[in-house]
């Protein structure tokens, strides 16, 4: 549905997206994550045809956006960070402005700006102007605006930031409605988010896209943790042997007081977990040894957002060290 690639975009000599590449299919949920400035927004205003790559290629579709950027646009809908709204234009006018500016008329503007506002609840404060409202109801107008003209792909640049909990939850479950329809991409800086609603996360690193993960992939991890009496060395011969382990990383060389050593197991097969687990087991307690645990390694997101982050700060001190030399 979205094609995306060697994506780059400078500003000034400046590389804040470096090319990036992936593709997203029809009805999926995709999560853009990253640290301040890793290059979310960047992105998404390239997918919205608002900001001209310097390279790459982004096609929705089939259609290159710089092939025919109008034809495209109007196939999508994009909820900026911050909303172009016109504080003292009604909610009503607003929607029609932007219904027109869509290429909407007659019945069509009509029935679609009528959709719109159905979807994002917002059928009771038409009439107030815009600057009267708070923030979660700006945001779904900013929403109601997005949603205009049924678009295939939604890209929704953080659009919980700043509401309540609760207005949080009713845009958690307007951008799951939302989804039955079109194809979402939504950045966003907290990590229950994207767990809560995405399929896929991508998460940038500096510019660069460093992971790109489904999360039923992930929350399957293809690692087991054990805790046993066994020493590194005999861990070495007799576990590696074992059919389906990929590797054997040693955790703490010497033995721990209450937990005795520890490894972590990588497995070749993903499913193959009970199998192996019942191998190891029989193994260790065959050579003699204890077995304290034996269970697999959840790897959450919010741990591997973590891991990318942690490399994203040695690599700044990397580079600060090599440009002071
Ligand atoms: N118009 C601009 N001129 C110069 N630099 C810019 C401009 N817009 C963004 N940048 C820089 O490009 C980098 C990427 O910015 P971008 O806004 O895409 O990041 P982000 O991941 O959306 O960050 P945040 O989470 O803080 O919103 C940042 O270093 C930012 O300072």
């Known amino acids: 549905m979205l094609e995306v690639s060697d994506l780059t975009r ?30 979310k927004t960047t992105i998404m205003k390239m997918l919205s045809g608002y900001l001209e790559p310097n390279q790459g290629r982004i096609s929705i579709d089939g259609i290159d956006l710089t092939d025919d950027a109008k034809q495209v646009q109007r196939t999508l809908g994009y909820l900026p960070e911050s909303l172009p709204i016109y504080p003292e234009m009604s909610v009503a006018d607003y929607l029609d402005y932007a219904a027109e500016l869509k290429g909407l008329t007659g019945d069509h503007k009509y029935l679609e700006i009528k959709r719109a506002i159905g979807a994002t609840a917002i059928a009771d404060r038409l ?23 049924q678009p295939r792909l ?96 040693v955790l703490s060389h010497a033995a721990e007081p209450e937990g005795g050593y520890r490894y972590r197991l990588t497995l070749s097969e993903r499913d193959a977990c009970n199998t192996i687990s019942a191998a190891l087991a029989k193994s260790i307690i065959e050579a003699g040894a204890e077995l304290y645990q034996l269970h697999p390694e959840q790897r959450d997101l919010e741990t591997l957002f973590r891991e990318v982050s942690n490399a994203t700060v040695e690599t700044k001190a990397k580079e600060e060290l090599s440009d002071a030399a």
């Open 10 to 39: 400078l500003y000034g000599d400046f590389v804040a997206v470096d090319r990036v590449g992936f593709s997203i299919g029809q009805g999926e949920i995709v999560g853009l994550l990253g640290h301040n400035g890793a290059g």
């Open 127 to 149: 009439l107030s102007p815009i600057s009267t409202l708070s923030r979660g109801y700006k945001q779904r107008v900013g929403v109601a605006q997005a949603i205009l003209g």
């Open 154 to 249: 939604l890209i929704l640049d953080e659009p919980t930031n700043g509401l309540d909990p609760t207005q949080t939850e009713q845009m958690r479950r307007l951008i799951r409605d939302l989804a039955q329809d079109a194809t979402v991409i939504l950045s966003t800086h907290i990590m229950q988010e994207v767990e809560a609603l995405c399929d896929r996360a991508l998460i940038l690193r500096n510019g660069r896209l460093a992971v790109d993960a489904r999360l039923d992939e992930l929350r399957h991890s293809n690692h087991l943790l054990i805790a046993t009496t066994l020493a590194p060395q005999s861990a070495e011969q007799r576990l590696r042997a074992l059919n389906g382990i990929e590797n054997l990383e």
